[in-house]
């Protein structure tokens, strides 16, 4: 594996200086790419595509061709888990996601084990060390997996939901059954993302993107606290390439493989979300950055938060609205981190010239800052 | 009109002394009735029912007649107000409701105007006097109306959305055009209010049911802006009988007609919804009630909040979970206000004996815990 060439992503989530904000766009391998559609039609479907480790790490790579992202982000989807649990996915034309035995009863719960991730999971494994050849140290490659409560929703509910009535019926109903699927998912997960660090992923982010719909307490209870022991039980460090200063490998070294929590409706719960023991925390587009940094900067990089839909504006439109996000979170100074991203996964329906003129002003703009801040602090 | 004989959700409101916790529950007459389904089948039709003033009074008292409940909410719909604008409001099979011409370019905004509710709106008035009389001073009557924004958000889209990318192209493109919209909207909505307040309504409810998902800024600008102009506009006070001591009418007194703002994912936000001069600030079951109320609570009463799928668990559990939303809040001292209510809309799933519970529960938990509180302050 090549040595990182370009490491402001992971310096931003150590909370290290960075000459400029490290962008990168949540599924930016996706259907606004007409080369992401051309991928998924020689797969065949979707989940063809995610099950073939070639043209997987072929649209992981496509957005990175286009912009000068500072991340890449394996490609795949967060109902691996349960499918390789044995529960059945497929994609019913326009619905989305489903089971095709969703876990409804006790012989249910008590069925459900978690997988060997090298078994019934190899292929996303697979995926992880070919994108990281063929990334060639461009960037650094984010595993991810659904958190916990994330992936019992879909499990329980048998696809997507509106009020999550299958879900938390069980959980109010039968706080016992709740527990069992979470345990099982929480070491379902953790053996999952340490796969993905052993096969090359070099931060990890975990998707609650349930974990909103959930009553304050029990958030707490049914979402942070598995994502927790999650983390509890992650390898947070990985062996990298040491390079001397003509970049000729000389041997390897340790580095850590920061995490990263974004709880989609998360924003009263930021500072338990950063007691979680991770290294950022991602938020939506209704957090304020700057009370966002205030809260819990100290402790946790920030990861976010443009409405995707700003997106569907002109590019000047655009420009102004990173530019006030980047004047809301302020200029990062040492022990405080920021990564730009979206509130949420980019819509299918981006013209893509929008990306490009996000990334630049995100770049262009955080550079300025930084320059302005120094100039200011140095008079 | 008859004389109030129970004023306890008022008081709350006004954040007097009360003996219990007033509690009513956000569509309190609706599908989880068999009463209500065999109404709505004689109407033919859902809006039928909101537009025949006798069978939506008729609806409305329903949930009162089966439980103790400390208010009765005018029966009708979110949309009324659009569709008087000559939207054309239907309601496709299983599909929500959805307009026939939305509003999608300069043109259509152009043409929008405030109704007269007087003349477009007059069966909703009639259903309020209706309900009044009906009602015989058991309980306040609530009138009620979505936002400004959340009614663009329907006249923009055509219907429901899970993007908003319609609505929030045009916020983030055109925020002339949107502007426009949401002038016309707080008229209408203001003028509507305050038709139903003339009509008999006690206190009044704004829907600001798509405020959680604007971005923080947007939100201020392009919600709560427009909430706080409704407001300012509303007639906030009104004439009642005066009754004597043996409940003798005697003559007329103004009294206060107070104003709740219920954002739905709006808990980042408490402090500044609180300041748009409401009384009550409405909240998710996401926001913890005993920071909403070291938030807010010294200046407007909070109602909310339990998650509407607790009602699926055993009556015990229902019990339990209203015990701890009581402690949450605490005792409401001089100068706070609590009005129970559910998170969000009752789901038509919910068995009825499960609103039984909670009720019970309710009001005799929040008698005790005052009992308790006494006797604590008397030591």
Same mark, same amino acid.
């Given at each position: ?5 370009? !490491? ?18 949540? =599924?930016?391998?996706?259907? /606004? ?36 992202? !500072? #991340? ?17 996915? /497929? ?30 999971? @190899? /292929? ?29 929703? /879909? ?60 009553? !304050? ?6 979402? $942070? ?13 990985? !062996? ?6 003509? @970049?000729?490998?000389?041997?390897? =070294? ?42 819990? @900067? ?23 609205? #990173? ?55 140095? $008079?």
């Amino acid at each position: 594996m090549s040595p990182l060439k370009n !490491d402001t992503f992971l310096r931003a989530l150590r909370r290290e200086p960075t000459d400029y904000t490290p962008i990168w766009l949540m =599924r930016q391998a996706g259907r /606004y790419l007409p080369e992401y559609n051309a991928t998924r039609a020689r797969a065949g479907s979707f989940l063809n595509l995610c099950k073939n480790h070639e043209l997987a790490c072929e649209v992981t790579l496509q957005p990175l061709d286009r912009y000068p992202l !500072d #991340a890449a982000i394996l490609f795949s989807d967060i109902l691996t888990v349960p499918d390789a649990m044995g529960l059945g996915l /497929y994609f019913a034309e326009g619905e989305g996601p489903k089971f095709e035995r969703p876990v409804r009863d006790e012989a249910a719960v008590a069925a459900l084990a978690s997988p060997d991730p090298a078994d019934s999971l @190899g /292929y996303v494994m697979k995926a992880v060390s070919t994108i990281r050849g063929a990334l060639g140290g461009r960037v650094p490659l984010i595993g991810f997996s659904g958190s916990p409560w994330t992936l019992a929703c /879909y499990m329980v509910e048998g696809g997507g939901s509106d009020d999550f009535r299958q879900v938390k019926s069980m959980l109010y109903r039968r706080p016992d059954l709740m527990k069992r699927i979470l345990e099982v998912n929480a070491q379902a997960v953790a053996d999952y993302l340490n796969a993905q660090v052993e096969a090359g992923a070099q931060a990890l982010m975990i998707f609650d993107s349930w974990g909103g719909a959930l009553a !304050d307490g029990a958030f707490q209870k049914f979402s $942070l606290g598995p994502i927790r022991q999650v983390i509890d039980r992650l390898q947070r460090e990985r !062996d990298e390439p040491e390079v001397d200063a003509s @970049g000729r490998v000389v041997g390897t =070294r340790r580095v850590q493989v920061p995490v990263i929590v974004f709880t989609k409706g998360g924003g009263l719960w930021l500072e338990e979300i950063a007691a979680t023991g991770c290294d950022g925390v991602g938020v939506d587009w209704t957090v304020n950055l700057g009370q966002a940094r205030a809260r819990v @900067g100290a402790r946790c990089a920030i990861q976010g938060n443009l409405d995707p839909m700003v997106l569907m504006a002109a590019p000047d439109q655009i420009r102004g609205e #990173a530019l006030k996000a980047l004047e809301s979170f302020g200029v990062p100074q040492a022990g405080i981190g920021h990564v730009f991203n979206l509130g949420h996964g980019i819509s299918q329906f981006t013209p893509p010239e929008s990306v490009t003129a996000l990334v630049e002003a995100v770049h262009a703009y955080s550079r300025e800052q930084r320059r302005r801040g120094a100039s200011a602090s140095s $008079l």
